[in-house]
């Protein structure tokens, strides 16, 4: 996608998002250069619980994870659907070649700056791993994915990227996931499960407020890349975790009474109207192989770490 398309999707989706009640903005545009390197921050922070869980599963449990990505040794296509830096994924990578897997790597990320950085810091590492990066949204890039060679493929959809939808709306995302896939191919989709709600509310509600500079962030962007006029001084971060639904959601209060201009068009918002940036939808094991065989997939296991506060599922393309 050409920048210019790209800036009038960015626009259209915005002016979209904050015409409706309640007013919403698509997460997926958190991710320019500083919203990488924010979430980056988040992942490391001491309050953000996933990435050392997901960590654990990466190198605790890789020999079960490289079995069954191996499967009968036949090669495949790696594809990672926002790889970021690929903190997890590396020891994936760096077992499967180290046991000489024939297979190549497929990074697929709406930001370029990711991609740029892959394509630095893989190469070193893995000499002779072949790396493909895509730029663009999953499911358009997934369609070249498909005709990239005829190996099967492995999709890695990691870090609870699939809580960041509804339930409905991952349901919806498992039935388009399905359809670029075909019988015998698998899924590796990271859940976050349900918890004491005090961990999860944290984890969201970071000490060091790196998760509120994070939705922030997205308000500059539209500030620099549409034409914004947002002062970020009249928002605050806040954050509410249901027990009963599992959605943990995030939302930016207006503080006051405003008008805000991106471009040619006036946005009103009244004293403590809000945005909803964001959900974390946590998970339980029965909801997640029911979601895996109501979309045309087969659960073959859920890999945990040892607090079982997280899993990585597994599943196979029927």
């Known amino acids: 996608m050409v920048n210019g398309d790209f800036v009038v999707k960015f626009y259209n989706e915005v002016i979209a998002g904050l015409s409706q009640y309640p007013k919403r903005l698509p997460s997926k545009y958190f991710y320019d250069a500083t919203g990488d390197n924010l979430f980056q921050q988040i992942m490391h922070s001491p309050d953000y619980y996933v990435t050392r869980c997901e960590l654990e599963i990466f190198t605790t449990q890789l020999p079960e994870m490289t079995k069954l990505v191996i499967k009968d040794g036949s090669p495949f296509d790696l594809i990672e659907l926002g790889p970021g830096d690929c903190y997890k994924s590396i020891h994936l990578m760096k077992e499967l070649t180290r046991l000489e897997t024939d297979f190549n790597y497929l990074p697929i990320d709406i930001s370029g700056a990711v991609l740029d950085q892959i394509n630095t810091t893989l190469p070193p590492l893995l000499p002779n791993m072949p790396?493909?990066?895509?730029?663009?949204?999953?499911?358009?890039?997934?369609?070249?994915?498909?005709?990239?060679?005829?190996?099967?493929?492995?999709?890695?959809?990691?870090?609870?990227?699939?809580?960041?939808?509804?339930?409905?709306?991952?349901?919806?995302?498992?039935?388009?996931?399905?359809?670029?896939?075909?019988?015998?191919?698998?899924?590796?989709?990271?859940?976050?499960?349900?918890?004491?709600?005090?961990?999860?509310?944290?984890?969201?509600?970071?000490?060091?407020?790196?998760?509120?500079?994070?939705?922030?962030?997205?308000?500059?962007?539209?500030?620099?890349?549409?034409?914004?006029?947002?002062?970020?001084?009249?928002?605050?971060?806040?954050?509410?975790?249901?027990?009963?639904?599992?959605?943990?959601?995030?939302?930016?209060?207006?503080?006051?009474?405003?008008?805000?201009?991106?471009?040619?068009?006036?946005?009103?918002?009244?004293?403590?109207?809000?945005?909803?940036?964001?959900?974390?939808?946590?998970?339980?094991?029965?909801?997640?192989?029911?979601?895996?065989?109501?979309?045309?997939?087969?659960?073959?296991?859920?890999?945990?770490?040892?607090?079982?506060?997280?899993?990585?599922?597994?599943?196979?393309?029927?």
């Open 131 to 318: 790396v493909q990066c895509m730029n663009g949204e999953y499911f358009q890039m997934l369609s070249k994915a498909k005709w990239y060679s005829s190996n099967r493929k492995v999709v890695l959809c990691l870090g609870g990227n699939i809580g960041n939808m509804t339930v409905e709306e991952s349901h919806t995302f498992c039935k388009a996931l399905h359809k670029h896939l075909n019988p015998g191919d698998l899924v590796i989709i990271g859940f976050d499960l349900v918890k004491n709600p005090n961990v999860i509310r944290t984890a969201y509600y970071d000490r060091e407020g790196i998760t509120s500079l994070f939705n922030l962030n997205l308000l500059e962007r539209i500030n620099q890349e549409l034409e914004g006029n947002f002062n970020l001084n009249d928002f605050e971060h806040y954050c509410s975790y249901e027990p009963e639904t599992g959605a943990c959601k995030s939302f930016l209060v207006c503080l006051a009474d405003r008008i805000v201009r991106i471009r040619n068009k006036e946005i009103i918002f009244k004293k403590d109207e809000y945005i909803w940036m964001e959900i974390s939808q946590k998970y339980n094991p029965g909801q997640i192989s029911e979601m895996a065989l109501s979309n045309g997939f087969k659960p073959i296991g859920n890999l945990m770490d040892s607090k079982r506060w997280f899993a990585d599922a597994c599943w196979e393309v029927i």
